[in-house]
């Protein structure tokens, strides 16, 4: 059974950094094609945010481009989301998702961000 | 604002059908057939419930139905049934947003 958890969630002041991360199990992440990020503004709508390809390939939305860094660790089979220079409108829940274009199949629990000051 | 248009709530009883409609514009929803739905409870992660347009996932019903028309997607769930009350989100692929785009989400509630 896939399974994803992520952790390294909390509260941090504006302009500050995190480091969020995703265990996998039941696959390995290096062979899955994409896996990404998405977040979710409490009460709001989900927003994509990086995804990663097998190949180390990575995109970002333009939000979070220049700051925020998508990566893979095949050994710990973990996907991480390095956030520096973060600001209030990153505030959100974190997913992590294995995906292909815009097919999410499986996702973690989620880990809470709370940027402020 | 997303760049995805959701109504903010849609209902039903149990037993009819509902359509969400989900409407971008030809640089995403338009061209691409890479439009997706999921379906959220409060406080679960999101789930795949449409991709490609149309395709379901292993598991999911098949009282759920994607389609697209122009710039806009639809997502019809027949024979509503009290589980089926959640959050519903659209995805689409887009040319005009590096990658992916997310619409608001639509309530549905069962009444």
């Known amino acids: 059974e896939v399974q994803l958890v992520e952790s390294g969630g909390g509260l941090i002041q504006p302009g500050g950094s995190l480091r969020l991360s995703c265990s996998a199990s039941g696959f390995t992440v290096s062979s899955s094609s994409y896996m990404s990020w998405v977040r979710q503004t409490p009460g709001k709508g989900l927003e994509w945010v990086s995804v990663?390809?097998?190949?180390?390939?990575?995109y970002s939305a333009d939000s979070v481009k220049g700051r925020f860094t998508i990566s893979r660790d095949n050994s710990k089979n973990t996907l991480s989301l390095q956030m520096d220079n973060l600001r209030a409108e990153d505030t959100a829940v974190y997913y992590c998702?294995?995906?292909?274009?815009?097919?999410?199949?499986?996702w973690g629990q989620g880990t809470l961000v709370t940027v402020s000051s | 604002q997303s760049a995805l248009t959701q109504p903010r709530s849609v209902s039903g009883s149990p037993g009819q059908s509902v359509t969400i409609s989900c409407t971008g514009t030809s640089s995403d929803v338009g061209t691409y057939k890479y439009v997706s739905w999921y379906q959220q409870h409060p406080g679960k992660a999101p789930k795949l419930m449409i991709y490609?347009?149309?395709k379901r996932p292993s598991g999911v019903p098949d009282r759920f139905s994607g389609s697209k028309s122009g710039n806009t997607a639809s997502l019809t769930i027949s024979g509503l049934q009290a589980e089926d009350e959640a959050d519903y989100h659209c995805?689409?692929?887009?040319?005009?947003?590096?990658?992916?785009?997310f619409g608001g989400g639509t309530k549905l509630t069962v009444l």
């Open positions: 990663i390809s097998s190949g180390g390939s990575s």
């Open positions: 995805c689409s692929y887009s040319s005009s947003y590096t990658s992916v785009v």
């Open positions: 998702a294995t995906s292909l274009r815009t097919r999410f199949d499986n």
């Open positions: 490609d347009v149309s």
